[in-house]
């Protein structure tokens, strides 16, 4: 079946680094993928979303990369901010059954 | 921006008891869901509707009901509550183009500790 793997459960880092938090998936259906962010005692928020293989999509500072080759959508960021520190969540919207699949979340947290 | 409302927000009832969940949207969506959120598990896909009177069973059914009288009110109904079902619930809603873009809208969450 369908699924997303996130392999990050934390990550530290301080202002102004880069990061990469990590996702994969399988699906035997066109795969459509999102990056969802959640900030402590708030409601999950869409934050990015996948566009055609191997175009960039970005927004808020964030960026990812759709690479159907490697069955990937990795969100990075070249400089994180403390208002990063957050959950965030991959999701696989496959098109066989058109429901939301989560991974399992990272929670960021940004040092001074 | 849409507005997905839940109530109570926090709830605490022994194993055994009785527990209705409320979430109300006010933007027209024809696409509602319950999630539960758990540490390590991500959000995890109850129950889901298309529109009023129509239920369709998730990922992790087992324990609750669920009813969507409206196409603004969705019920999350656990009748016989465990301490498994102790966890974070949300609801939210999309609609008939956003579900297929996976944009939803998220509501405020509803904490539900079973003793």
């Known amino acids: 079946g369908d699924s997303v793997t996130q392999t990050e459960g934390l990550v530290t880092l301080t202002k102004g680094l880069p990061v990469m938090l990590n996702c994969t998936y399988q699906t035997t259906y066109s795969p459509f993928l999102f990056w969802y962010v959640q900030h402590l005692n708030e409601a999950p928020k869409l934050l990015l979303k996948?566009?055609?293989?191997?175009k960039r999509t970005e927004h808020q500072g964030f960026y990812a990369t759709l690479h159907k080759s490697s069955s990937s959508f990795h969100l990075q960021k070249s400089s994180v901010q403390l208002s990063d520190s957050a959950l965030y969540f991959c999701a696989l919207l496959s098109s066989g059954s058109w429901q939301l699949i989560f991974g399992s979340g990272t929670q960021l947290t940004v040092m001074p | 921006e849409a507005a997905v409302t839940q109530s109570p927000r926090n709830k605490v009832t022994v194993t055994g008891g009785n527990v209705t969940l409320s979430c109300r949207q006010t933007n027209s969506h024809n696409y509602m869901y319950w999630y539960r959120q758990d540490t390590g598990h991500g959000l995890r896909l109850i129950h889901y509707s298309y529109g009023a009177g129509n239920l369709q069973i998730g990922d992790v059914p087992d324990g609750y009901k669920a009813t969507r009288t409206t196409q603004e009110d969705f019920f999350l109904l656990l009748e016989l509550a465990s301490p498994s079902q102790t966890s974070l619930y949300f609801c939210a809603s999309s609609d008939r183009d956003n579900a297929n873009t996976g944009q939803l809208y998220f509501g405020e969450g509803s904490k539900l500790t079973v003793l």
């Open positions: 996948s566009s055609t293989d191997n």
